[in-house]
């Protein structure tokens, strides 16, 4: 369970690595029980977690993720090399 958290933490980081604005996000979305579950993970755990994971590609347009599969933007459609 920790995991998913941890990876959904990785994804609402931005360049700046704040964890407590990802933070405060996440938990936005979460019941009292798992919002729990994620307070306990320690900032440097998120950190080293963000830090590892290589980028995620995104567009140059309008700044959606990509999939690593797909040459084309599901937003807005530009085509990427």
Known sequence: MNGR?????????GDDLDVERAR????????ADEGLTV???PRDEIVAAATARPP?????????RLSR???RCS?????HT
Do not use: F, Q, T
């Open 39 to 41: 307070l306990l993970i």
């Open 75 to 79: 937003r807005c459609g530009l085509r």
């Open 56 to 64: 995620v590609p995104r567009c140059e347009r309008c700044g959606a």
């Open 5 to 13: 958290h941890l990876h959904n933490l990785c994804a609402l980081l």
């Open 24 to 31: 405060d996000e996440y938990l936005a979305s979460l019941d």
């Open 69 to 71: 599969k797909r040459h």
